[in-house]
């Protein structure tokens, strides 16, 4: 499957932010990650072969350093939006 740059908008809520600071400074290459009101603003261009392993990929890493780490994101390729809480997908859409 050929890779694909995905853009990233997610709130990353955890109890430990100094240890999930660093794990998003070294994943998110391009971009900016945001602390605000207790949770960080995630908004970056990420490459992988789909939003699922992508999503996979960046929590497994949080949550390495801090378990209780949640993660709302949205995928976006083109016009199709795929969001998540955490691991599940909680739907896409396709915009005009």
């Known amino acids: ?3 694909k ?3 990233l908008t997610a709130s990353v809520n955890t109890e430990n932010p100094q240890a999930v600071r660093r794990v998003l400074e070294d994943l998110i290459k ?3 990650v945001t602390l605000t ?3 960080f603003q995630v908004e970056a261009k990420m490459v992988g ?3 699922r392993e992508l ?3 960046l929590l497994s890493a949080l949550r390495k350093v801090e378990k209780k780490t949640r993660l709302r994101a949205e995928w976006a390729f083109g ?3 795929e969001r998540f809480f955490d691991h ?3 739907g896409s859409s396709t915009g005009s």
Request: no cysteine; hydrophobic share 25%; glycine share 8%.
């Open 1 to 3: 499957m050929a890779k």
């Open 5 to 7: 740059v995905y853009e």
């Open 30 to 32: 391009s971009g900016s």
């Open 37 to 39: 009101d207790g949770s």
């Open 49 to 51: 072969e789909s939003a």
């Open 55 to 57: 999503n996979r990929t």
């Open 79 to 81: 016009k199709r939006v």
């Open 88 to 90: 599940v997908p909680k």
